[in-house]
């Protein structure tokens, strides 16, 4: 991937998923997920964790701070958010402090 664009796309599968994390099924609110996304890999990588991490849909943590960044903000009535929101800023903190996920070229190291 090399331009902006192609690296904010959504797979079908990731939008799936993140519908089952915020436990909704209809397509009707894709467009807020997907700028939400957006939102939370951008906050990820100025936080330090690198684009190559961040991008990466199959990187469970990624994944996870992803989806908590989703529910501490989606919606307009969310009881919940300050809970999330805490629970994102812990994981990102982890991540953008991990060898790991700051540099691209440990990458290639296996983690899990």
Not at 24 to 40: C, G, Q, R
Not at 59 to 71: C, F, G, M, N, Q
């Amino acid at each position: 991937m090399s331009s902006i664009a192609e690296k904010n796309k959504l797979s079908d599968a990731y939008k799936d998923d993140m519908r089952l994390y915020l436990r909704i099924s209809a397509t009707a609110l894709d467009v807020e997920i997907i700028d939400l996304v957006n939102a939370a890999r951008k906050d990820l990588i100025l936080g330090g964790v690198h684009p190559d991490h961040v991008f990466c849909e199959e990187d469970a943590l990624i994944k996870r701070a992803v989806s908590t960044y989703l529910k501490a903000e989606f919606g307009l009535d969310n009881d919940d958010s300050e809970k999330y929101h805490a629970a994102y800023t812990n994981l990102k903190t982890r991540l953008s402090l991990s060898n790991y996920y700051k540099n691209p070229k440990e990458a290639s190291i296996n983690v899990g």
